[in-house]
DNA sequence: GATGAATGAGCGTTCATTCAT
DNA sequence: TATGAATGAACGCTCATTCAT
């Protein structure tokens, strides 16, 4: 019952809105009552807590795993990672909507964690490109902090966009944007 | 007045969001009351639709200033863009912040406005995009909308993070956008 | 409006208890809807504090002026205070109710302010019976803190049984009990 | 399990107060669950009126054995009965706020009951006190139905303030209380 | 132009109680 | 005996909006 609510309320969330969604639109959806979802969570916050716990640390779980391999070069651990972040707005994309734009609905605790957990995952990434500067794969002039922020946007702004069902897959998206980063768009 | 109320009210936004700011906030933090408010303005939505329509439309129109200009090569008008959003989100952050996030506060009709306004400024980017292809300044290969996606989401991605008064201007970090966006990152 | 609220609340108070009666009620008796309260009072606890702060001080201030008229003897001065405490009873026996069955029901800041109060109120009783004893219209061997309160009891005690329209008047009452607590009830 | 589902709940009742007090809490605290306490108690309220019938009855029973020793003067008499209140509020002293503040949450029936122990409870003093007056040890002039409620106002009241581990002793408390009734406060 | 009293619909939350197991 | 999922009614409170002045 928990994870049926968890999941209606992302579908809703993601539609509405965390704040035009009332409680009483979440159950009555699921034909159970107000006092059920009280049993379940002790506050709709917490619902959107779990939603947004859910989601990152799959995240970091996955990046963590991608980036401990020995075997694989910063270019590919590189791809690898946009094509999860672009793989996950695919397969779960309301989570990753209300990942995104629900955050200022969490309390300030709670979006401390939550924003700490994004801030690793993006160390993770400057910790990558450093890797690469180093070793030679990317140019030395880069500005390590800005170049990670502008990948992330890259991948973190098709949740605005990207639709699992049109002209063009996760990977290949994932492809096209990795192309990009590292050879850009100019004809050398 | 009305432009007090305004401007107040995009700090507000900003700081605390939408929903969570009430017309009495605003009121009484200009030491004016509700009716005041309602002299000026139909609807809270009314005045979220005039925070819209003055981030978008002066976006709009600086970039079709841009655009016009035929002494300048794409790439040029590339940059001049990527400074433009950039340099907007550095000097009007707190409307950029609503502009991004509170979309879903709107009226649907309203949506559908601002929707259309925000696809005209991707469009005219994916038009420069193709022009720059055909004249030889951008690799034929490129697929025009998803890089152009990218494109957005570097530069918009960066109302999240940018800090006008952080180690880097805004023209600075417009610079290495544009420089990874035109030659990659990876060592040729 | 607001004393109208203030007035039907401690009457539905009075007879259903606080925690009982709900805002609904108290609008639904006098044709005005929720909102009209909060209006006027921010909190279902602010106006309960209200209704303590007016018993309370009006007490006190009574008190005062009996205290520092120097023409009276101790005696005639603890006559007059019984006689204000039954009186005050009889004439406001709601709100007097609510002064000392509800008080749990205010936030503890503003239950140290009343208890604060009615603490000086109880002080210039045993500041009285001392000076009582100190120019010999009192036994010298009281124990002055305990007489006090059972001065107290005596009084305050007939919030609970008081029928202002019974056998015995408000101050025949006082009488009564001044009347004990100087002679006893012995026979000598 | 039912006595201490009773124990732990009056100590909660006292400190919280009956309605702030959840089934929950109560069942909480103690390592069970509601189910539990519905085994036992067909209501909460009927909890509340075991609480109030546990003290009164206990009162009732032995001011009975008081009263009954017929080698016992009325001053006696009373002196126990003082006595007996004030240890009484010494030693139940949760129970005894919980009976003396809480009645109104009973259910009209019981309440009823409740009232009519509490009226034999005084009826039994007023006798008290009529034989006392009869007999000549007390003043014959007395009006006993509000002498005897000045009694137990003294008595009563001290559930809100007597403290067992403060300066004086209950059973001191009590011979200061009954001195005073017997003979008064001022200087024959 | 501006006020402020009043509305009314809705929201998040609580909690005593029930009942199948 | 005891559990725990589920109910449903109520509650305190908020707030955008209206409107007579």
């Known amino acids: 019952m928990k994870e049926k609510i968890t999941a209606q309320s992302i579908r809703l969330f993601e539609k509405k809105g965390f704040t035009e969604t009332s409680i009483q639109d979440v159950v009555d959806s699921l034909g159970v009552t107000k006092g059920t979802f009280y049993y379940y969570f002790s506050s709709k916050e917490e619902l959107l807590m779990d939603i947004h716990l859910g989601y990152i640390d799959g995240l970091l779980l996955y990046q963590e795993q991608i980036l401990k391999d020995a075997s694989k070069s910063c270019k590919e651990k590189l791809?690898?990672?946009?094509?999860?972040?672009?793989?996950?707005?695919?397969?779960?994309?309301?989570?990753?909507?209300?990942?995104?734009?629900?955050?200022?609905?969490?309390?300030?605790?709670?979006?401390?964690?939550?924003?700490?957990k994004r801030d690793q995952f993006r160390l993770n990434i400057e910790e990558l490109?450093?890797?690469?500067?180093?070793?030679?794969?990317?140019?030395?002039?880069?500005?390590?902090?800005?170049?990670?922020?502008?990948?992330?946007?890259?991948?973190?702004?098709?949740?605005?966009?990207?639709?699992?069902?049109g002209r063009v897959t996760d990977r290949e998206v994932a492809e096209i944007f990795v192309e990009m980063i590292l050879k850009g768009i100019q004809v050398n």
């Open 79 to 116: 791809f690898e990672i946009v094509t999860m972040l672009i793989t996950s707005i695919s397969s779960q994309g309301a989570a990753a909507k209300i990942f995104f734009r629900e955050i200022n609905n969490l309390n300030s605790e709670h979006v401390e964690l939550i924003v700490q």
């Open 129 to 165: 490109i450093r890797t690469g500067v180093e070793n030679g794969e990317f140019r030395p002039e880069l500005d390590v902090l800005i170049i990670t922020m502008a990948i992330l946007g890259i991948t973190n702004w098709s949740y605005q966009w990207f639709n699992p069902s």
